[in-house]
């Protein structure tokens, strides 16, 4: 648990803070970040799910128990936010510090950003949670839903309503969604946080 | 106030589901569901305003608006869920997670449900949509203007309606179009 909040801090002191940050800044981005605490409640319910699952009865297992519906609380009121605590998402992910994200994803590879306003859940019909792969982007207001797989580096551009699967690279869009392009490397979107996508860009291949 | 009881009660019945109605399983439910706790808000409002013209309860009913402007201040705040007064909502709603609802100038009849994210409502009053009963309304999805929504249709998620949507169809993508006209949501609307 620890080593993984370690990878997401030092993804948010990167995205936020940028080169070069004192230790005070990097300190009080604990305090500044409601995207962090999100991430953060989120660690602890997980591993409050595999201890109990252990069968570890620890004060510490103990203490979560009594605090954790208050994080959850708190995460609701200050970030809106709802992270499933049995979803894995994997360490160095960074979770928009607007909000307005109720994901419960089957697993997110390390390196993702997610945008604000995106809903990540199962099927109304039944079928399962998505599958994010690792350094995927996903822009503001997206909906994703289903048993599908988002591919490794794949990008999902804003506004967009997916219940299919993207290839690994691919470009995802539009409302009902579907692949816009193939082979798209969205490392220097992923490097900020603005979330205008030129679209000329991504269309002229 | 009959009418807030069973409304109220309806309400509750769809997040219960089929569990035993035991008045700790009661508050345990209204204490998990944001979504719950903002139609009792709301409802408290609908009977407030109701009573206005009993001058003999306006001390009372004072109290009342004191008590329904703070939770209604918490709710849309903290929650992100906005059910305004000018909305006519019927018995048995649903309103599943939280943060960016907003129903307002609007008319919803029995058993309907939204989700995250959902926008219905028209700039007055009077050019609102209605939505017939049993509509079952996705995450992120909007509608806007003096629409018609008939009984038991499907908006998916993320659609944008401003049409008229006949009976049992499932209505998909921004422009919503019709994808499907029988449509059988009884299946994915909770609690029901």
Not at chain 1, 53 to 73: E, F, V
Not at chain 1, 162 to 185: E, H, K, Y
Not at chain 2, 4 to 30: H, K, N, P
Not at chain 2, 156 to 166: D, F, I, L, Q, S
Request: hydrophobic fraction near 45%; proline fraction near 4%.
């Amino acid at each position: 648990m620890w080593s993984l909040i370690a990878a997401d801090f030092s993804i948010y002191c990167a995205m936020r803070l940028g080169e070069g940050a004192g230790l005070l800044q990097r300190f009080a981005l604990c305090f500044r970040s409601p995207g962090l605490l999100v991430l953060l409640v989120y660690r602890a319910g997980h591993s409050y799910l595999n201890r109990r699952a252990n069968g570890n009865s620890s004060l510490l297992t103990l203490a979560l128990k009594l605090t954790l519906p208050i994080a959850r609380q708190l995460v609701i009121i200050v970030a809106k936010s709802d992270v499933a605590s049995h979803s894995i998402i994997e360490g160095g992910v960074y979770l928009s510090d607007s909000g307005y994200l109720i994901i419960g994803p089957q697993r997110i590879g390390k390196g993702t950003l997610i945008h604000d306003r995106v809903t990540i859940g199962v099927g109304a019909s039944g079928s399962g949670p998505p599958t994010i792969g690792e350094n995927v982007w996903i822009g503001p207001n997206c909906v994703l839903y289903g048993d599908s797989r988002i591919g490794n580096g794949a990008t999902v551009l804003p506004g967009t309503v997916l219940s299919m699967n993207v290839p690994d690279n691919a470009v995802a869009g539009g409302n009902p969604g579907s692949i816009v392009r193939l082979n798209f490397d969205n490392s220097r979107l992923r490097r900020t946080l603005a979330c205008n996508v030129d679209r000329e860009l991504l269309v002229g291949s | 106030m009959t009418s807030f009881v069973q409304a109220s009660r309806a309400d509750l019945q769809r997040y219960l589901g089929g569990e035993a109605a035991s008045l700790s399983s009661i508050l345990a439910t209204i204490r998990r569901n944001e979504g719950l706790q903002a139609i009792l808000v709301y409802r408290f409002g609908r009977l407030l305003d109701s009573k206005k013209e009993l001058v003999l309860l306006w001390p009372l009913l004072s109290m009342g608006w004191c008590i329904y402007g703070l939770a209604a201040l918490f709710v849309r705040r903290g929650y992100g869920i906005k059910l305004a007064l000018s909305a006519n909502i019927g018995a048995g709603f649903w309103v599943g997670h939280f943060g960016g609802i907003e129903v307002f100038n609007c008319r919803l009849a029995e058993r309907c449900s939204v989700g995250q994210q959902t926008k219905v409502g028209g700039a007055t009053q009077r050019d609102g949509p209605i939505i017939e009963d049993s509509v079952w309304i996705g995450a992120h999805a909007s509608i806007a203007g003096p629409v018609r929504v008939r009984s038991r249709a499907t908006i998916a998620p993320g659609a944008r309606v401003t049409k008229n949507v006949p009976g049992r169809a499932l209505v998909v993508g921004a422009p919503a179009r019709v994808v499907a006209r029988e449509y059988d949501n009884s299946r994915i609307l909770p609690g029901l």
